[in-house]
């Protein structure tokens, strides 16, 4: 028996619409990214939308489109995805790590006042495993401050924070379409914003810096090709048409696992924060860090394709470690949740037999010796 960790659910509608834009001669820069960023941005609330080649490339132009640049500083998390940290480094500004809520696994608000510098220019919450961050209160700070927001909201599309959406929150916010996420484009990414400059400097950006005529061979600054293809754009259209019953597919397959999980003693299911609605990236369980290497290679022995999430945190990540000396014990509970923390298979194919296989070898793994 082999458990895929996650698969991309991809059906005859997304086959049909690239096999169309393959009878075509519009390849890039055609009608389905159009068509596709219409969509996006009227499923997320926002006023526009951009679409790019990958969430990295989205958090990449975030940071360029905000002028954030050598020195300056951007308070995120170490408790994410490197891509949110490192899109700083792009641009020789410096990631200021906060440590995050041991619930939500958000960044903890109470924490960022404290890490605020003169250099200090946007925070940047990262909404993980499919729940948004305290963004009120986040955004509370950042106004008082006049500090920029750049939400990454790559893990968590349609999440919700009192009643608002991720992607809604910063001035932009940016999503991520590769095969594990809730919807996929095989590679691609999306930025959001309701601010029209911003809007237009990404269209700019993204395309080899050329203004708005995009007369071809005129670049008025400094830009990059980051452009989603018109193949990869015909399966995101699809797929956001697809992505609210994705998330409560997903819903389902998380409250069987709660259930069934619920009971194991020495396993602690994932909660959802008071304010919040999950849109579930991932299933994860914390078990006793003594005990948590041992259940996952037991698991993945067992052919149940499981992930340590996310080990090592950002901080502890060699290069920087290198370059800005940190060391175990700087942030302690996204530590103790990376070593924790483990990722089960989730995915719409998962059948109830496997469930109560991955249930019962769980349980032995973790209370048997
Ligand atoms: C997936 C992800 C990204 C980057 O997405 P890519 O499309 O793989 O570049 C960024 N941040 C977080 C938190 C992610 O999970």
Redesign the pocket.
């Given at each position: 028996m082999k458990i895929f960790l996650s698969r991309p659910n991809i059906g005859e509608e997304e086959i049909k619409a690239v096999t169309e834009v393959l009878k075509t001669d519009q390849l890039a820069l055609g009608p389905k990214a159009e068509l596709f960023e219409k969509l996006f941005a009227s499923l997320t609330n926002t006023k526009y939308a951009v679409a790019v080649?990958?969430?990295?490339?989205?958090?990449h132009l975030a940071v360029r489109a905000l002028d954030i640049k050598d020195g300056d500083e951007v308070i995120t998390t170490p408790f994410?995805?490197?891509?949110?940290a490192n899109?700083m480094l792009f641009e020789k500004a410096i990631p200021v790590f906060v440590d995050v809520e041991e619930e939500t696994y958000g960044m903890n608000p109470d924490l960022i006042e404290a890490a605020i510098t003169p250099r200090t220019k946007a925070i940047l919450p990262?909404?993980?495993f499919g729940q948004c961050c305290k963004m009120d209160e986040i955004e509370k700070i950042a106004k008082k401050h006049n500090l920029k927001i750049i939400e990454?909201?790559?893990?968590s599309p349609l999440a919700t924070h009192n009643n608002r959406q991720a992607g809604s929150f910063g001035d932009c916010s940016?999503f991520?379409?590769?095969p594990?996420?809730q919807m996929t484009t095989g590679?691609?990414?999306m930025i959001t914003t309701n601010d029209e400059a911003l809007y237009n400097l990404f269209l700019s950006l993204r395309n080899q810096g050329r203004g708005n005529s995009l007369e071809w061979l005129t670049h008025t600054r400094l830009g990059y090709n980051y452009r989603i293809s018109e193949i990869s754009a015909a399966i995101g259209v699809e797929q956001t048409k697809k992505l609210p019953r994705f998330i409560e597919e997903k819903r389902e397959l998380a409250n069987k696992y709660n259930s069934v999980l619920g009971n194991i003693n020495g396993l602690t299911t994932p909660i959802t924060g008071k304010s919040n609605t999950h849109s579930w990236?991932v299933y994860s369980v914390r078990v006793n860090a003594e005990k948590r290497n041992k259940v996952l290679k037991g698991l993945n022995d067992n052919g149940i394709q499981s992930k340590a999430y996310f080990y090592p945190c950002i901080h502890l990540q060699e290069f920087y470690i290198n370059e800005f000396g940190y060391k175990a014990g700087d942030y302690p509970i996204a530590e103790k949740l990376s070593e924790e923390l483990i990722v089960l298979p989730f995915h719409h194919k998962i059948t109830n037999k496997e469930i109560t296989y991955i249930e019962s070898t769980l349980n032995s793994l973790i209370n048997n010796n």
């Open positions: 080649n990958s969430g990295t490339s989205g958090l994410s995805f490197i891509a949110s899109c990262v909404h993980v990454d909201a790559c893990e940016v991520a379409f590769y594990n996420k590679e691609g990414g990236f």
